[in-house]
């Protein structure tokens, strides 16, 4: 079910009223969850690989990552409200 609700944003419609008919509510945050986290490794995945070889000059490369850490408040989340 995680993959058929990761596939697009109609199928994860259709499958909005699964949980009152098949699963608890538990189970399917626990569906969700499974698709957030393999979204959020798919997008590092390729941010990591464009960090290996980003075709810029290292130097300039890791000071534009030093300035977007320090406007994030040193990497950590942050809520923008």
Request: charged fraction near 10%.
């Amino acid at each position: 079910m995680a993959c058929a609700v990761a596939t697009s944003t109609h199928v994860y419609s259709a499958f909005e009223a699964v949980p009152a008919q098949e699963l608890t509510a538990a189970a399917f945050a626990a569906v969700t969850s499974i698709m957030v986290m393999n979204n959020i490794y798919d997008g590092f995945v390729h941010l990591a690989s464009v960090t290996r070889n980003p075709d810029v000059d290292k130097a300039d490369f890791q000071l534009w990552s030093l300035a977007v850490s320090a406007i994030n408040g040193g990497g950590a989340p942050t809520s923008r409200a």
